[in-house]
């Protein structure tokens, strides 16, 4: 079981930049891939990025590639999403995600995960 908490959200400009945090709890976690997802008002949930156990291996939506970099510290149960150059089209609800599959491959579909976060808004205003 692997229990993740998000934190890093805000209210900011646009052009400005967050770094969003995913506390990890659980033997596992540095064994699966992540992923950050969001779901904006009346949206349903998007993909934004993920990153393999190892953090070789990452993808991103085509929306945020270039702005947002993904990445995890395994020694600390942590995976990051910094996020640059934020536009008003980037506000919602960020959600950290975990595979419940060892070593498997960072997916981008959100049925893949097992586990997931409670979320932290981010508010971009323009």
């Known amino acids: 079981q692997v229990q993740l908490v998000e934190s890093g959200g805000g209210l900011v400009q646009a052009g400005d930049s967050l770094r969003l945090s995913c506390a990890a709890s659980?033997?596992?976690?540095?064994?699966?891939?992540m992923a950050w997802f969001r779901q904006a008002p009346g949206k349903e949930r998007e993909f934004v990025s993920s990153?393999?156990?190892?953090?070789?291996?990452?993808n991103y939506a085509d929306s945020v590639k270039g702005r947002f970099t993904i990445s995890r510290d395994n020694a600390k149960d942590m995976g990051y999403l910094q996020m640059n150059s934020l536009k008003p089209e980037d506000t919602a609800v960020y959600y950290c995600?975990?595979?419940?599959?060892?070593?498997?491959?960072?997916?981008?579909?959100?049925?893949?995960?097992?586990?997931w976060g409670q979320g932290t808004q981010v508010t971009v205003s323009s």
């Open positions: 995600a975990a595979d419940r599959q060892l070593l498997g491959v960072p997916h981008s579909n959100a049925y893949e995960y097992d586990y």
């Open positions: 659980g033997r596992t976690f540095s064994l699966t891939a």
């Open positions: 990153i393999s156990w190892t953090g070789a291996r990452t």
